[in-house]
């Protein structure tokens, strides 16, 4: 009997903590109303509609870089040469050799050097035979390396022979208009008249120039080389120019 009573109790004392448990996960209270209240407010049509608006400005911002990544690229790569570049040689008669590498005929020379060569000599040494010409600058340790084709000072070697030394130069107006003069041209050499209105246009006299494709061929950061590629010949290019940099 005192076993059964113990029971009773037991179950009782079961029930009664079970249905306190019940109403404690039944009966929610006012701050969990309120969070579940904020909760569903959150992820209500509106707020769908803000979150999708905030991840296309993400999405909009970040194709925004990347194309603007891009365009920087391809202005930097339209500035520089590729495998195959148009080749122009030119000067006044009585003028120093001037050589223009150009991405295509549009676009300013991506190089372009004055040598102290008379253009005259140059022609000579050309309908002679093939013509190397060889222009090497120093590589100096304590300053920064910069690219082959910015480097400002060369000495020439023109098949073999110590030709004194090339400078390179900009672009400037009187080099443009020669340039723009020649641009329908692809492949030949010619004469230009000379201007008077410019100083010292009258007295060094007609322009000759010399304009043809070339092949580039890059070894490395300290090599480059410029083959003049002439379609009726089956040999050897006519005209070759390495460029070279050397420990100082």
Sequence with gaps: MAKSSQDLS????????????????????EEKKEKDAKVQASTGPASVAATRKKLQAIAVSRWRSVLTTLGKNRAHLAQGLGPRV????F???????????????NSQPAFMIELATPISGLVKEMASGLVRIALECDREEEKKAMRLLEEPLWRTYCNGKKSGFATR??????????????????????VLPGSGNEDGAEAEGEIMYMRAKFERVVGSR???????????????PELSIYLLRVQA
Excluded at 91 to 105: K, N, T
Excluded at 169 to 190: D, F, H, N, T, Y
Aim: contains cysteine; hydrophobic residues 30%.
């Design 222 to 236: 300290d090599s480059e080389a410029f083959y003049m590629m002439n379609p009726d010949s089956h040999g050897a």
């Design 10 to 29: 037991s179950k009782r004392h079961f029930h009664w903590s079970n249905k306190v448990s019940n109403e404690d996960e039944e009966v929610p209270t």
């Design 91 to 105: 000067g006044y008669r009585r003028g120093h050799v001037h050589f223009a590498f150009q991405r295509d005929p």
């Design 169 to 190: 130069r900009e672009c400037g107006p009187r080099e443009w208009k020669v340039l723009k003069a020649v641009q329908p041209i692809s492949m030949g050499a010619g």
């Design 86 to 89: 148009i080749g122009t040689l």
